[in-house]
């Protein structure tokens, strides 16, 4: 479930942003996906290593 341009924008605003174009929206949605993506990834590993089948909070904190 990917962050969409409109998630992004909104932190854009609440950031201060005025204005976002929506090819900056994008690239910072593909990068923040591309982010979690490589953590969840991580995370699974931590607790397969641990031998669990549920990702805890400390697995997500280890892989980031």
Same mark, same amino acid.
């Given at each position: 479930?990917?962050?969409?341009?409109?998630?992004?924008?909104?932190?854009? %605003?609440? @950031?201060?942003?005025?204005?976002?174009?929506?090819?900056?929206?994008?690239?910072?949605? =593909?990068? !923040?996906?591309?982010?979690?993506?490589?953590?969840? %990834?991580? @995370?699974?590993?931590?607790?397969?290593?641990?031998?669990?089948?549920?990702?805890?909070? =400390?697995? !997500?904190?280890?892989?980031?």
């Amino acid at each position: 479930m990917p962050i969409s341009k409109v998630t992004i924008k909104r932190m854009f %605003k609440e @950031a201060g942003a005025d204005r976002v174009s929506n090819e900056a929206a994008a690239e910072l949605a =593909e990068i !923040v996906n591309r982010y979690a993506y490589s953590i969840a %990834k991580k @995370a699974i590993k931590l607790s397969a290593h641990a031998k669990r089948k549920t990702i805890k909070k =400390e697995d !997500v904190d280890l892989a980031r």
